[in-house]
């Protein structure tokens, strides 16, 4: 039950950000950045909020692939997730195919992330590869660190850095920041040119942000600081014992 429960909120939360995000695409014909970068952080915002605390927020197998090297979701629940953020994905995209016109979708390719001009396939691979370690180092530090000075409202946190990034990448490579997202509506409107960078990149920057912030701040070296936990500065005064 717990694995459908999960599985579910992951399916709703990444069908939200395609249906909405790349539907925000194909009505302002993907000249309107602003529009396109809020509709995509908004929507992330309220779906990480309304069920984060039932999957964690995912919906985006490069944030789970960084929860997974961290070993911080089990390999059963991690392939869930991924099925349910794919197949979302892969709806929402044919829906909107199939709702909107014809015209407006085949205008944008349905919103499929894509190079600019001027923008080689390393390029592209960097800049996605470093707006999604911005993404995961942000859910790690908000979301999933406990002593997160936002964690009661990191889903906005989240969606303000996915805004952030589209206002920088958009232009240049889509900033898909997300296999899902990019995977939908390549795969429903048949566009694949450059299609590996939207995997391979968010991947690389994913796993990069969870195994750095994991291993700098939410698995310290023995022994901890001497003084308060909550803040590990204040040392022993002289003649007092120390904490332990």
Do not use: C, K
């Not at 309107?32 to 970068?37: D, V």
């Not at 002593?147 to 589209?166: E, M």
């Not at 700098?216 to 936990?229: C, D, I, N, T």
């Amino acid at each position: 039950m717990a694995l459908l429960q999960r599985g579910t909120a992951e399916f709703i939360g990444t069908f939200a950000l395609v249906f909405v995000g790349a539907g925000s695409i194909i009505a302002t014909g993907g000249g309107n950045l602003t529009a396109i970068g809020l509709a995509h952080g908004l929507v992330i915002a309220v779906m990480a909020s309304a069920v984060g605390h039932i999957s964690g927020g995912h919906f985006n197998p490069a944030v789970t692939f960084g929860f997974f090297v961290t070993r911080r979701i089990e390999p059963q629940l991690a392939a869930a997730y991924l099925f349910a953020q794919l197949t979302a994905a892969t709806l929402a995209a044919l829906l909107l195919q199939g709702l909107l016109p014809e015209n407006q979708v085949d205008a944008v390719n349905l919103g499929a992330p894509a190079l600019a001009p001027g923008i080689s396939a390393g390029s592209g691979l960097v800049i996605e590869l470093i707006l999604t370690f911005f993404l995961v180092w942000v859910i790690f530090a908000t979301a999933a660190d406990p002593r997160g000075a936002f964690a009661s409202i990191s889903g906005l946190a989240i969606g303000l850095t996915i805004t952030l990034d589209i206002f920088m990448g958009g232009p240049y490579t889509g900033a898909a920041m997300n296999p899902a997202r990019a995977l939908g509506p390549e795969l429903v409107q048949g566009v694949w040119d450059n299609a590996w960078i939207y995997y391979v990149g968010p991947a690389i920057g994913a796993a990069l942000a969870a195994v750095v912030y994991d291993r700098l701040y939410l698995r310290p070296v023995s022994p901890e600081p001497v003084g308060p936990p909550e803040t590990g500065l204040d040392e022993p005064r002289p003649g007092d014992a120390a904490a332990v």
